[in-house]
């Protein structure tokens, strides 16, 4: 298979760049600087612009593009950001699968598409939520229609936050944690999907491959757990007491918005379309995902 990968120098983009070669895919990347490799392909979203020939041959297109969501505060000036970056990219793509008949297209989405559901497990069968996360990963999705009506198959990555030593979910806390200084935030009832960076790239190359698969995915471990469930396991898998507390107060005076929506709710998500696929999670518990984490570090 023939795969075009948009936002290839990414964290997931890296690792899914080698799953799928090692696999005996080719690989072929979409980058906006000037190509200077046989397997790159350069294009320019806010114009619309993609290099002549880029889709000859492509059986599928990945689009992991998005800018960053944790980055401070939310102002109106970076949620158009966080918009544009996930948004003008996915319509240009959408538009010329369509127009070149490529088969599949895979595009990244969020698992906060649920918003925030209390205790209550949700699949993919569940309407979108309230928030601004939520219409963010809603517009996102509705972005890929052009490709939809072109007759290509989509898949729409509602992802959790990736679990990895390289950064991710893990960045930021494993240097608080590894000194004592690791603690649950607010109440810590709140739920936090979670996926291993093996298994996310793993997924994507499963629904690659699997021409039954199509719609909403959520790239999610099937054992979600409360914030201070996480805040336990991540002390137990580095041998750290994680005794403290953010209060949600503190939080949501650093954070605004985002606190609200990215520290302090979270949906209690499960994968219901890779289950009844078939697939199999190499990390289905957090234990063991952080154990591989920590071990890698």
């Known amino acids: 298979m023939r795969v075009l990968v948009a936002g290839s120098s990414g964290l997931i983009g890296g690792a899914l760049r080698t799953r799928l070669t090692d696999a005996g895919h080719e690989v072929r990347r979409l980058v906006r600087r000037r190509p200077g490799r046989p397997d790159e392909h350069g294009w320019d979203p806010p114009s619309g612009r993609i290099d002549a ?17 944790a980055s401070g505060r939310w102002s109106a000036a970076r949620k158009q950001l966080l918009a544009d970056s996930r948004i003008e990219p996915t319509e240009v793509l959408a538009e010329a699968i369509a127009e070149h008949g490529v088969p599949t297209l895979v595009n990244a989405s969020g698992i906060n598409y649920y918003g ?3 205790g209550t497990e949700v699949d993919e069968s569940a309407p979108v939520g309230a928030g601004f996360l939520a219409r963010l990963c809603d517009r996102w999705e509705a972005a890929t229609e052009q490709a939809r009506r072109g007759g290509a198959r989509v898949v729409l990555l509602r992802t959790a936050p990736v679990l990895t030593a390289e950064g991710g979910l893990l960045g930021p806390l494993l240097p608080l944690f590894r000194f004592g200084l690791g603690g649950r935030l607010g109440d810590g009832r709140q739920y936090l999907p979670w996926i291993s960076l093996p298994d996310e790239v793993s997924v994507i190359r499963f629904v690659l491959e699997n021409a039954g698969v199509t719609g909403p ?4 471990a099937p054992t979600p757990v409360t914030n201070a469930e996480f805040t336990r396991a991540l002390g137990r898998a580095l041998g750290r007491p994680a005794p403290w507390r953010v209060p949600g107060v503190a939080l949501k005076a650093a954070l605004g918005e985002a606190a609200d929506e990215m520290l302090l709710t979270g949906p209690r998500a499960v ?3 890779l289950s009844a696929a078939g697939f199999e999670f190499r990390h289905p518990d957090l234990d063991g995902a952080l154990a591989e984490v920590v071990r890698a570090r």
Not at 53 to 69: E, I, M, Y
Not at 217 to 220: F, H, R
Request: one cysteine or more; proline letters at 7%; charged letters at 10%.
């Open 116 to 118: 925030d559901t209390g």
């Open 217 to 220: 995915v959520n790239l999610t």
């Open 53 to 69: 020939g880029t889709f000859d041959g492509v059986d599928a297109v990945v689009n992991l593009c998005g800018a960053p969501l």
């Open 271 to 273: 994968p219901g379309v």
